[in-house]
């Protein structure tokens, strides 16, 4: 009895081998028979510096086909040995993982250690989407990428160091940002996305497409040093809407003020914090990927939707807070979600039309143009003035504290933007009884009639600051000029002084 039980495990540790094997092949086969109208110069190929059924580690002997009775090839059971003996994963979970396709959007802070960990892993396709080269700004955070690779496309850069981490792992690259045109396309052939991109009209975009293809979603975000993850439409949304995981609009219907949407170029990041979500997002991919109800020899495009075993929440991250993590439950399915209700308005046919307008829907902030053009002076115009009448004007760099505290011109005065706006509403009706406040006491004085010229990092704040002065009553009923430098410090570096340093 014993060696029957052997022979039937060694005979379905075989089978698995060869539905691995032939998983792969309809994989490669969809991708080959994709029509060209698919693909609209998208310039996308398929990376795969070995092929899977060959032992390829340098120094091995691969063994005749007919000799090796197992379903992972002999390098595999070294490279995924510390996890295979683990029973979360196991050889079915390792199995799962080989057959599984997940897409990275977004080769940032978040897709690099996501992208690193999933290769790592063993997951047998990866999809590659990023339209941005690499920068010299990126490289503190964004861990595949190298300094020389800065002006290189970051498919291309993550492509190479993840060869060089797992070559036996097949990257299909997309150099380009994802559309409403091509995002149901591109989806639809992987198993799992994850959102690792960094603005609400891409995350709205990616969750639709998403819930359209029936894929489960990870997304997550990180700014400063903080960070939030959640596991979306999981399980898929059945075809009438009542059953399946919530999206990204159950979870934000509406998408917040334009103005109040802050980049890491605005407001920075720290490298671990994001670095954090990423392998975060890693990991919930792989608990999907190898969860109990997947079984390896049905089609997932066939499987049905099983109830979801666990509450739907948000966690959440704080570097700087104790404890650093807390999770929040999330309400779950909205009964009139435009993307995954019953009765949804949001459609395969509205979405690669082009009929839904991503950024209008979030209302996108156009750049800042509040000011006249004689209430702005170019960069070199300010530096004539500046040399010209040193001592009878005023500097007011708007930048926060941080930020002034890097670099800052000699003469200007810190007074942050975030200060002008919570203490103007106050100053505004009687000044002559403020003059005790920082910002009345360097600006308001009737009898002066020095110019103000206000600066900040690209010439955006310090339009608004301009506007608030005046409103304020400091440009005493027009006698005195306040303006803002046109470009703000950036203009300065690339007019003025090419030494000033770029953060």
Known sequence: MAESNIDIESLQNRILGLEAQ??????????????????????????????????TLAGEQTQPLHHWQWPLEASEY?????????????????????????????????????????????????????????????????????????????????????????????YVTYPEHLSPATALSIIETYDLILDCTDHPTSRYLVSDAAVLAGKPLVSASALRTEGQLMVLNNPPSTQDGLEGGPCYRCVFPNPPPAETITTCGEGGILGPVVGVMGVLMALEAIKIMTSKSRISNTSRKDAKNEPSTETASMLLFSAYSSPSFRTVRLRGKRKRCAACSSQPTISKDSLTSGSLDYATFCGVNPPVRVLRP???????????????????????????????????????????????????????????????NTLSSLVYDPSKGDPIYVLCRFGNDSQLAVRKLKEAGFDNNGKRWIGDVQGGLRAWKQDVDPTWPEY
């Not at 005023?394 to 926060?400: K, N, P, Q, W």
Request: aromatic share 2%; glycine share 8%; proline share 5%.
């Open 22 to 55: 032939l998983s792969q092949l309809r994989r490669e086969l969809a991708l080959a028979q994709r029509p060209a109208s698919a693909l609209p110069d998208r310039n996308n190929h398929v990376h795969c510096p070995t092929t899977l059924a060959k032992d």
């Open 78 to 170: 070294r490279r995924y040995g510390r996890q295979l003996i683990m029973p979360e994963i196991g050889l079915r979970g390792q199995l799962n993982l080989k057959q599984a396709s997940i897409l990275v959007v977004g080769l940032g802070g978040l897709g690099c250690p996501a992208s690193a960990y999933l290769a790592g892993a063993g997951v047998g396709t990866i999809g590659l989407v990023d339209g941005d080269i690499v920068e010299t700004s990126n490289l503190h955070r964004q861990i595949l990428h190298s300094v020389d690779k800065v002006g290189v496309s970051k498919v291309n850069s993550a492509t190479e160091s993840l060869s060089r981490l797992n070559p036996q792992v097949k």
């Open 374 to 436: 004689d209430e702005r002076v170019d960069a070199k115009s300010f530096s004539i003035a500046q040399k010209q009448d040193k001592n009878d004007r005023l500097v007011i760099d708007v930048r926060e504290k941080t930020q002034y505290d890097i670099c800052h011109l000699d003469g200007s005065i810190n007074i942050p933007f975030s200060e002008i706006e919570s203490s103007l509403p106050s100053l505004a009706p009687a000044p002559d009884s403020l003059r005790s």
